[in-house]
Nanobody
Framework: QVQLVESGGGLVQAGGSLRLSCAAS????????MAWFRQAPGKQREFVALMTSAGSTNYADSVKGRFTISRDNAENTVYLQMNSLKPEDSAVYYC???????????WGQGTQVTVSS
């Protein structure tokens, strides 16, 4: 069983930066992938960024060039560096872990990001 705890959210002005952290209770070294999703009020949860166990990354078009996902296996932590934030980036951000075969998916409780214009 893996537990994920996000932190680092908050209120920031447009153009600012935040770094989100996702601390895992268990090892993420063998995770197939770690990802970030977000959900704005009244909208469906959407994919933001992903990093595979091999280190490959993938980003939603809306955040490419502004967000960077990284992981520290020794600290069992995944990060999302968010730069040039826009009001439309405001959402609850969730960490996701894809572990095992077949895949099992784990979610954190989310952290709120609010970008003011």
């Amino acid at each position: 069983q893996v537990q994920l705890v996000e932190s680092g959210g908050g209120l920031v002005q447009a153009g600012g930066s935040l770094r989100l952290s996702c601390a895992a209770s268990g090892s993420i070294f063998s995770a197939n992938a770690m990802a970030w999703f977000r959900q704005a009020p009244g909208k469906q949860r959407e994919f933001v960024a992903l990093m595979t166990s091999a280190g490959s990354t993938n980003y939603a078009d809306s955040v490419k060039g502004r967000f960077t996902i990284s992981r520290d296996n020794a600290e069992n932590t995944v990060y999302l560096q968010m730069n040039s934030l826009k009001p439309e980036d405001s959402a609850v951000y969730y960490c996701n872990a894809d572990i095992g075969a077949p895949s099992r998916y784990y979610w954190g409780q989310g952290t709120q990001v609010t970008v003011s214009s």
